[in-house]
């Protein structure tokens, strides 16, 4: 059974950066795709990016393209997503999900989802 834990949350200035990790542990990460997700208080959870097995497909929504990288250290069995110039709009609860792939699938920001972390705060406020 895989876990996800994701980390690196907090208070950050409007223009400033974070990144955030997905630690996973129970089995080999590389047979997953990986998606971060977030949801804002009266607002439905919105995806943000996702990643392929191998990192050779990635995807992101229009509202963080050119701001926000998502990555992978397979070895190190954990995802990252780098956010920059993050904006006020950018606050909410921050999860990461996993879904099996026996294949090289392209990811996609879809809703089902076979595991997901707890979630991370992200606070951008002056």
């Known amino acids: 059974q895989l876990q996800l834990v994701e980390s690196g949350g907090g208070l950050v200035q409007p223009g400033g950066s974070l990144r955030l990790s997905c630690a996973a542990s129970?089995?080999?990460?590389?047979?997953?795709?990986i998606g971060w997700f977030r949801q804002a208080p009266g607002k439905e959870r919105e995806g943000v990016s996702c990643i392929s097995r191998s990192g050779s497909s990635t995807n992101y929504a229009d509202s963080v393209k050119g701001r926000f990288t998502i990555s992978r250290d397979n070895a190190k069995n954990t995802v990252y997503l780098q956010m920059s110039s993050l904006k006020p709009e950018d606050t909410a609860i921050y999860y990461c999900?996993?879904?099996?792939?026996?294949?090289?699938?392209?990811?996609?920001?879809?809703?089902?989802?076979?595991?997901w972390g707890q979630g991370t705060q992200v606070t951008v406020s002056s």
């Open positions: 999900a996993a879904i099996r792939q026996l294949l090289f699938t392209v990811c996609a920001l879809q809703p089902r989802w076979d595991f």
């Open positions: 129970g089995d080999t990460l590389d047979y997953y795709n």
